[in-house]
Nanobody, 133 residues
Framework: QVQLAESGGDSVQAGGSLRLSCAFS????????????MAWFRQAPGQEREGVAA????????FYADSVEGRFTISRDNADHTLYLLMDGLKPEDTAMYYC??????????????????????WGQGTQVTVSS
């Protein structure tokens, strides 16, 4: 059974930085992390869950929401089965619960849907990020 576990959320001042981590474990036939597209989503109170950043299973191509482009960086370590989100220049509007997500293995998702929550089968429990002004 696939499990995703986020960590790294914290309370910071505007302009600060955080790095979120997501540990991926388990699969029907052993860890096959390399076959999963991965992404970070966030959800603020009273708002829809939105895609923030995504990264390919293969070449590591990245995708970002306009609101975080140039400030956030998604990366993955295929050896350690870990997904990261480096967040710089944090703003109060970045305050949200952040979730990591993964597609089912070997499933192709068109680039235009990489930040679409319906494309992702596996979800973590979330880690809270709070940015104060």
């Amino acid at each position: 059974q696939v499990q995703l576990a986020e960590s790294g959320g914290d309370s910071v001042q505007a302009g600060g930085s955080l790095r979120l981590s997501c540990a991926f474990s388990g699969a029907p036939s052993g860890p096959i992390y390399r076959s999963n597209h991965m992404a970070w989503f966030r959800q603020a109170p009273g708002q829809e869950r939105e895609g923030v950043a995504a990264i390919d299973a293969g070449r590591g191509t990245t995708f970002y929401a306009d609101s975080v482009e140039g400030r956030f960086t998604i990366s993955r370590d295929n050896a350690d089965h870990t997904l990261y989100l480096l967040m710089d220049g944090l703003k109060p509007e970045d305050t949200a619960m952040y979730y990591c997500a993964g597609t089912a293995p070997l499933v192709w998702v068109p680039p235009g849907r990489r930040l679409d929550r319906s494309a992702y089968a596996y979800w973590g429990q979330g880690t809270q990020v709070t940015v104060s002004s």
